[in-house]
């Protein structure tokens, strides 16, 4: 069994066969000191690394995360949403040109009639960047399928739907 002195420091014993007993109570601060320190450098790995995926992946923010979002507003009848993805001022594509949610609401029936239905699904499909501009290619199914290029531009270092078309060809 271990000692203690009047400090509180271990005092070294021997037990019957003369060698020498660390006490158990300094065995269990030690352990702990380093239980804590592996943790600490757990906490720190995990820290560096999910900076390094969010550094390398992007933000959330990115230009087909933007349309997804567009389109999961859409899909959901959620125009209020969806039209906070769009540039509703002096958007360069006239077909994009809607300034609220009601006309953005009544565009998308008219888009129903053309294309058979309401959104069923969507799937993007890839994106590309050149600086402030970026298209995204997205596969949409209605009551037909069909695959068109969305198009945006960073403005104030947000990025916002400025029209759309088939793949190479902007409406």
Same mark, same amino acid.
């Given at each position: ?79 209020? #949403?969806?039209?906070?993805? @769009? /540039?509703?001022?002096?958007?360069? &594509?006239? !077909?994009? %040109?809607?300034?609220? +949610? ?11 009639? #053309?294309?058979?239905?309401? @959104? /069923?699904?969507?799937?993007?499909? &890839?994106? !590309?960047? %050149?600086?402030?501009? +970026? ?11 069909? #695959? ?24």
């Amino acid at each position: 069994m271990s000692q203690i002195d009047q400090s509180g420091q271990p005092v070294e014993t021997t037990n019957n066969v003369g060698q020498s007993i660390i006490s158990s109570t300094t065995t269990r601060n030690t352990r702990r000191r380093l239980w804590f320190m592996a943790i600490m450098v757990v906490v720190l790995l995990v820290v560096v690394v999910g900076a390094i995926i969010f550094m390398t992946h992007g933000s959330s923010d990115d230009p087909q995360t933007i349309v997804g979002n567009y389109y999961t507003a859409l899909k959901n009848k959620d125009y209020d #949403t969806a039209i906070k993805y @769009i /540039q509703v001022t002096n958007a360069p &594509n006239p !077909s994009m %040109n809607v300034t609220t +949610a009601g006309e953005l609401q009544t565009q998308e029936q008219a888009w129903q009639g #053309t294309y058979a239905g309401p @959104i /069923q699904k969507y799937k993007i499909n &890839n994106q !590309s960047i %050149n600086g402030q501009f +970026a298209s995204v290619n997205v596969t949409i199914s209605r009551g037909t399928t069909y #695959t068109m290029d969305v198009q945006l531009t960073q403005m104030n270092g947000k990025w916002m739907i400025t029209g759309g078309g088939a793949p190479g060809y902007l409406y």
